[in-house]
């Protein structure tokens, strides 16, 4: 087999990074950054690429078994621009939001993916391959539970691009997300003093959330959050309107279910005591923890990608636990491995950056993690 090229597949990840870069693509509206993604594999010669109900792009690499193993990574980030975001290259860095989280990811793969044609390589094991919708925030993961909805009991094995090159993701955050909205009379801030005020019943529901003991089980961790406040009309006006988001996440079901109770309860209390007040709680994001995923399954395959990650970067590697697409196959017990292949910082931030070099470092770990599954 000819030997891998790590200079020229790396040089096209990065162009095919500012490429998609220049692609807003939040989640949900990732229909562009899937449209390039499509028409760059067809030029290449994945004929059977395609863009299914959840705005995943799919395409696959057959070879001798029925069922496949999936390569993917996410086209969504976290930011809600329409708007190119700023991209700035120096050689060394390049700064853009959402460049890390998952743009590179998604790159690599499209550039290994050219090596594979230009070898005419036939794998032994099956591929799929997905450029997947929805990993972030509120999309909730709706591109990888298609995924598994389409590919049902054929994807025994799932790799997924995403995170710096020191770590993995092998245990699965769960994690329930409301939106509290609340409606109430409302009024003039003197004129009607008195008055319910929509504001001050979300400060209650937030005071008796932060008043929660979170349940405390040997190797898990269990938190809960008030991401968002909104609402009301003017300093002088008895707010009529307010919502806020809220979360609680653990990577044990049973602890998942613990606090399921609690903000139940909470949810209830706040209704009892303000009767006037008009609350509607709505379940907006669902993520499921960790199954039974075998223990020995697990630990082997985790093992492999540790060594290789070690191998290709010369340094530690640690394994975490993570809400990412890996939540869908570990919550039916099903392996799945998060692979870190760059190196950053800022994630979730404006000022997010990836340096360049530690690029050529996640196409060899691909390539060798790719050649090792699918011999």
């Given at each position: 087999m000819k030997k891998f090229d790590t200079q020229k597949y790396y040089d096209l990840a990065m162009h095919l990074t500012q490429e998609l870069c220049k692609i807003p693509a939040p989640s949900g509206l990732e229909d562009a950054r899937a449209e390039y993604i499509k028409n760059y594999l067809h030029k290449i010669g994945y004929a059977n690429a395609y863009i299914d109900s959840a705005k995943n792009v799919i395409w696959d690499l057959k070879g001798n078994t029925d069922d496949y193993v999936l390569f993917m990574a996410h086209t969504d980030t976290v930011f809600p621009d329409l708007q190119p975001l700023p991209y700035i290259d120096d050689g060394?860095?390049?700064?853009?939001?959402?460049?890390?989280d998952d743009t590179v990811c998604v790159a690599i793969i499209l550039a290994y993916c050219q090596y594979l044609k230009d070898i005419n390589y036939k794998p032994n094991q099956s591929i799929l391959f997905s450029a997947n919708a929805c990993e972030e925030g509120l999309g909730d993961l709706k591109g990888v539970k298609q995924i598994y909805k389409d590919f049902a009991n054929k994807i025994p094995l799932m790799f997924t691009l995403d995170g710096g090159y020191n770590h993995i993701v092998n245990k699965s955050v769960g994690s329930h997300r409301y939106k509290i909205s609340v409606k109430t009379q409302g009024g003039h801030s003197y004129g009607a003093f008195g008055r319910l005020n929509a504001i001050q019943v979300l400060a209650s529901i937030v005071e008796n959330i932060y008043q929660i003991e979170v349940p405390?089980?040997?190797?898990?961790?269990?938190?809960?959050?008030?991401?968002?406040?909104?609402?009301?009309?003017?300093?002088?006006?008895?707010?009529?309107?307010?919502?806020?988001?809220?979360?609680y996440r653990s990577d044990d079901n049973d602890c998942l279910n613990i606090m399921q109770e609690k903000f139940s309860q909470i949810f209830e209390k706040a209704k009892e005591q303000f009767a006037n007040a008009e609350i509607e709680i709505t379940l907006v994001g669902n993520r499921p923890a960790m199954g039974k995923v075998d223990k020995e399954k697990l630990d082997k395959i985790s093992k492999l990608v540790m060594d290789i990650q070690s191998k290709n970067t010369g340094g530690e590697v640690k394994a975490s636990s993570g809400s990412t697409d890996c939540n869908i196959p570990h919550s039916l017990g099903l392996p799945a491995i998060c692979v870190g292949v760059y190196k950053g910082a800022g994630v979730h931030t404006r000022e997010e950056y990836l340096e360049k070099d530690s690029v050529k470092i996640g196409v060899n770990i691909l390539n060798d993690l790719f050649m090792e599954i699918s011999k």
């Open positions: 060394e860095i390049i700064r853009c939001p959402g460049v890390c405390k089980k040997e190797g898990s961790k269990t938190t809960y959050n008030v991401g968002t406040i909104s609402g009301g009309t003017s300093v002088n006006t008895i707010a009529q309107c307010a919502e806020m988001l809220c979360e």
